[in-house]
């Protein structure tokens, strides 16, 4: 749909958000064993000036909450006298999930995200689903679904978008997220529901799950800052970009890496996550490290999804690795170099950078020691 307007409209949804309203709402998409309402929080800033309609979204899966603090600080700074257009925030998508701390809808272990655009006769999730399209999504111009990993992985921050599509790579290229990879999605993913649809959205994959990762959570917040620059949707933005943009494309070559043999897992990889053909990603051991397993990498390439557990069975997924030539090699080193590699926050599963990290922290601690003498 279109909201390009001469005249700031009202958000409509079964209600109305007059221009120059903020609302915050508990809005109905479904009911609990004892007929209670299932109800997702969302808030809609809309601006006293016309313009477009940007749509947010965050705990697609429960486990999912770095894009939900992204939503409380956005909800929270925006101000509709400010605002060209609309801010639809969507901060719990998959409310019974996210209470119950798990990815998927409990007792059915339904994928929320490969439900869109829903039915109102199918399945729970496809009923939820078809509410939320109806009522939200549908009715904004563009979009960011923010993802992160599931339990005991992580991923690096990136997007995932159809550059296929016009809209989505003025998007993406609106956004200034340094790496995406390319690809349609899945069939009833909301990005590419929604694509096909005239209403472009990007995932933007920011860490694990189950925790905050405050840099994360800032260049999350930037790329909405970004997106309201480039469409001129607040005076104030300020973008701030990377020198250049990558795109992995699906004709590339990835593969998940899984273990062969169950131990603990200590990465080798490091300091940024790319490897060479034959380098060691990680060793596999014993108990008594009278067993060591050493795991390689199969052609040079990008570690995008990383096991954050030290502890693996056979067939668990170590790390998620998408190739890259000389060119790609550069292009990553300079976008870390950029953003920050260390903004991922943690180093349990960092290999040489979590050595160096730990190192620095210790040189810091034994400095205010020193001071405090």
């Not at 949804?13 to 809005?27: F, K, L, N, S």
């Not at 557990?309 to 990553?332: T, Y």
Request: hydrophobic share 35%.
């Amino acid at each position: 749909m279109s909201s390009e307007h001469d005249e700031p409209q009202p958000f409509r949804y079964d209600a109305e958000v007059d221009p120059g309203e903020t609302r915050h709402i508990q809005y109905e998409v479904g009911e609990t064993y004892l007929g209670r309402p299932v109800e997702i929080p969302v808030t809609i800033i809309n601006g006293e000036h016309a313009g477009p309609r940007l749509c947010l979204s965050a705990a697609m899966h429960g486990d999912e909450v770095n894009g939900v603090k992204v939503l409380q600080e956005v909800a929270d700074r925006y101000e509709p006298a400010d605002l060209h257009g609309a801010i639809v925030c969507l901060h719990v998508v998959n409310v019974p999930g996210f209470i119950a701390q798990q990815r998927y809808l409990p007792i059915y272990d339904q994928d929320l995200n490969r439900s869109f655009p829903g039915t109102s006769s199918g399945s729970t999730a496809s009923r939820m689903a078809r509410v939320i399209w109806d009522r939200f999504v549908s009715k904004c111009d563009m979009g960011l679904d923010f993802h992160t990993s599931t339990r005991n992985r992580m991923t690096v921050f990136h997007g995932r978008a159809d550059m296929e599509d016009e809209g989505i790579q003025r998007l993406v290229e609106a956004a200034g997220i340094p790496l995406v990879i390319s690809g349609e999605g899945s069939s009833g993913m909301l990005r590419r529901v929604a694509t096909e649809k005239g209403t472009p959205i990007v995932t933007v994959e920011m860490g694990e799950a189950n925790r905050f990762q405050p840099m994360l959570i800032d260049l999350g917040l930037q790329a909405v800052e970004n997106v309201l620059a480039a469409h001129e949707m607040h005076p104030e933005a300020t973008p701030r970009r990377t020198e250049f943009q990558k795109v992995l494309t699906s004709e590339d070559q990835k593969k998940w890496i899984r273990a062969e043999n169950g131990g603990l897992v200590e990465m080798k990889w490091g300091p940024l996550p790319i490897v060479d053909e034959g380098e060691t990603i990680c060793v596999i051991s014993d108990h008594f490290k009278t067993e060591e397993h050493v795991v390689t990498a199969p052609f040079d390439g990008l570690l995008v999804g990383l096991l954050a557990n030290p502890r693996v069975l056979p067939g668990h997924p170590l790390v998620h690795l998408v190739e890259i030539d000389d060119e790609d090699r550069e292009h990553v080193r300079q976008a870390y170099e950029d953003v920050g590699f260390a903004r991922h926050g943690i180093f349990h599963w960092m290999g040489k950078m979590g050595e160096r990290m730990a190192e620095s922290v210790r040189d810091r601690q034994l400095n205010r020691g020193a001071d405090n003498r």
